[in-house]
């Protein structure tokens, strides 16, 4: 008997050992033939990143410095509690990824089925016949001359938020991503509804301030065991009342967004019925036009909306944030870009994208200190070869942005910040500079990130004269973005005859 229980043990352990160690080893291993890797039992990934985060203050140390040996490797390769995951460093492969990304993976749903809770099944969270329908609907509307067409607004939006901070006085300190973000925010809520949602409030909150706090909110959630147990259905099933305050909110806010749609609806219908032109060329209009309304749900638009907003929001101001952060670090670049700013008076689209060394210094940015340093993880369906590589069924697979862009066969010093390499866009190499992902999966509202980023930092640089807090230290690690870990803190100063005034 007792050898029966002590023979039933032995298996329970070795099944174990076989399933949390032994199997993600031997996974593990052979994927190192193509490259580099590290490798953690149980915690893989997680305790590598707060190693890296201790000793290098960046959590993607190991991925940006992987050639520095002068090796090619073509992946990198960690582990999670019971398999591999491949991050791909290299062109060629991730060329080949982006083509198969939507037949032989999927997002997987970890960490991110709580936020689908709130913002819904959109273009970055839905896959198959789903995506393709919102995608098709929605480049329209992300199309470059339409695009152009926000300008205006985004410029106007801008020197609103510019002169907020000016006139509270806050401009010590300031968390100049937070302020970028509120930008951003404002320029999606518009884009989608131009200005219909101004005297709208939710439990006495903005519509942004609003939709922070559930983004927020819904983020804590997952930082409980309870989210490790049961994942998202803990929260849905509403057992604390924090939770069910939370549901309430969540389904309130969707059925407002729901009503500002109908609204920006009605207001087109009599404008329409009155023969006038409207005045408001978003989102709502540009599906009315073009029948398009039929085609997306009421939900669907609503699942746009809150993904856009997450999605760009967040990204842009990061980006733009960073870009002033290390103007702060390279007076000579700052001093370069501030001369062909104050050179340059067509601020139009067109006009901004001729600037080399305004865009240089984005492109820069982008390639060091991309905000998707890593994107989001995706599992193999079936077994099958990545060129050469033979993938599992059930392994996370994944580009890494921040490997290849740093690439020293592509980039020559690549750990320097030199926006002079972009003078010549074409000596890039493709699939080696991918901070909107690439293939058909990539970033549907790049072109709006990009033209929001250089109204926002042109008009920065024209009001503000800006150092950072000397006792600022930037660590990088991983929120919902790569993000340092403290509020950036720039100090700010009025220029002389500033633009947001001219
Ligand atoms: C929106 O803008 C129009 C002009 O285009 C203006 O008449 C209207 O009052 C504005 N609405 C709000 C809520 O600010
Ligand atoms: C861990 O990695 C394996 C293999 O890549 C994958 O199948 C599994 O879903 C991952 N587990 C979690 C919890 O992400």
Redesign the pocket.
């Known amino acids: 008997m007792v050898s029966y229980f002590a023979l039933a043990g032995l298996a329970i352990v070795l099944y174990i050992l076989y399933v949390f160690i032994i199997n993600p080893y031997l ?1 593990y291993r052979k994927y190192l033939k193509w490259g580099k890797g590290s490798f953690y039992p149980f915690v893989g990934v997680f305790y590598g990143a707060g190693l890296r985060v201790k000793q290098y203050k960046d959590v993607d140390h190991h991925l940006k410095h992987m050639y520095d040996d002068g090796s090619d490797p073509k992946i990198y390769v960690e ?7 491949i991050k791909i460093s290299d062109p060629e492969y991730i060329k080949e990824f982006v083509q198969l990304e939507n037949k032989a993976y999927q997002k ?1 749903t ?1 960490l991110i089925d709580n936020i689908i809770r709130l913002v819904g099944q959109g273009i970055i969270f839905s896959e198959g016949p789903q995506w393709k329908k919102n995608r098709n609907v929605l480049s329209g509307v992300f199309h470059f001359e339409q695009l152009s067409k926000r300008v205006p607004s985004i410029e106007k939006i801008t020197k609103e938020v510019y002169k907020r901070y000016i006139d509270s006085g806050n401009v010590k300190n300031v968390d100049v991503i937070e302020l970028f973000q509120e930008i951003t925010a404002e320029v999606v809520i518009q884009t989608f509804f131009s200005n219909i949602s101004k005297d709208k409030s939710f439990y006495g909150m903005s519509l942004s301030v609003a939709l922070s706090y559930l983004i927020n909110s819904v983020g804590k959630q997952i930082s409980t065991p309870f989210y490790f147990l049961f994942r998202t259905n803990f929260f849905k099933w509403g057992i604390r009342e924090s939770d069910r305050k939370l549901n309430k909110q969540i389904k309130e806010f969707r059925q407002m967004i729901g009503d500002i749609i109908n609204e920006r609806i009605k207001e087109e219908e009599e404008l329409e019925k009155r023969g006038e032109q409207t005045t408001k060329e978003d989102l709502v209009y540009y599906l009315k036009k073009n029948n398009l309304l039929g085609v997306l749900s009421l939900d669907e638009i609503i699942s746009e909306f809150m993904t856009f907003y997450v999605a760009g929001m967040d990204t842009t101001g990061h980006l733009c944030g960073m870009a002033i952060w290390f103007l702060t670090q390279h007076p000579e670049i700052k001093k370069k870009l501030q001369e062909e700013l104050d050179a340059n008076t067509d601020y139009s689209q067109n006009g901004l994208l001729k600037l080399p060394y305004l865009n240089g210094v984005i492109q820069e940015t982008q390639r060091l200190y991309g905000p998707a340093g890593q994107l989001f ?1 995706r ?1 193999a369906l079936r077994d099958h070869m990545l060129k050469d590589i033979p993938i599992k069924k ?3 697979v994944k580009p890494s942005p921040c490997s290849v862009h740093r690439h020293p066969k592509y980039f020559e010093d690549p750990h320097s910040f030199k926006p002079e390499r972009w003078f010549n866009k074409n000596t890039v190499t493709p699939y080696t500079f991918i901070p909107f992902n690439a293939g058909p999966r990539n970033c549907i509202g790049q072109h709006l990130a990009l033209i929001e980023a250089r109204i926002m930092i042109n008009y920065f640089m024209k009001t503000f004269d800006f150092e950072s807090d000397p006792n600022f230290e930037m660590v990088l690690n991983y929120a919902f973005l790569i993000e340092p870990v403290d509020k950036l803190r720039i100090n700010l100063k009025l220029k002389e005859n500033p633009l947001i005034y001219q």
């Open positions: 996974q582990n999670n509690a019971t398999g591999a995951i997987t970890l993880n599992v059930g392994t996370i």
